[in-house]
């Protein structure tokens, strides 16, 4: 399996170039490109991971930016739409990209927060939750006070 990585400015970018196995296996091979992931971080880090991002999307043609996002055990409601609607509307506002072309998805829960940003091509499947690392929503409890949330830049 030959993989590449480069290391951005703001993470890890991973390209698996191997036509037999692809990951994740939900995407067909070519279609694999998990441009970055992160927990919760600051409003400024998230910023500069789409900075990077945008400038990426620049320079290749008919590709879609996908958040997928997962809630943590310890969230306010609506948590991953609200963060989702942030990353989509910044990038369009500040970075002038097509709304079209940035799609997002709740992905359920995990443990703690995390948002994973792919960047593939046009009309190919778009990965799906990751559904062994995710927990029961039975076991969210979700903050009374979400105030601080609300008050973030969204």
């Not at 480069?6 to 067909?28: H, K, M, R, Y």
């Not at 927990?135 to 903050?143: A, E, G, I, L, Y």
Request: hydrophobic share 40%; proline share 6%.
């Amino acid at each position: 399996m030959k993989i590449i990585l480069f290391f951005t400015l703001t993470g890890l970018l991973v390209i698996s170039a191997n036509d037999q196995e692809c990951w994740p296996p939900q995407l067909p091979c070519g279609a694999n490109l998990r441009f970055a992931e992160h927990g919760d971080i600051s409003w400024g880090d998230e910023r500069a991971r789409l900075d990077v991002l945008a400038i990426h999307f620049r320079k290749s043609s008919n590709q879609v930016i996908y958040f997928l996002i997962y809630a943590g055990l310890h969230s306010c409601k609506h948590e991953a739409r609200l963060r989702a609607l942030r990353a989509r509307k910044y990038l369009v506002q500040h970075h002038k990209l097509p709304q079209a072309s940035i799609v997002w998805k709740d992905g359920g829960f995990k443990p703690d927060f995390s948002m994973e940003i792919w960047l593939l091509p046009s009309g190919k499947p778009l990965p799906e939750p990751s559904s062994f690392l995710t927990v029961d929503p039975s076991q969210v409890r979700f903050s009374k006070n979400c105030k601080e949330l609300k008050q973030r830049q969204w």
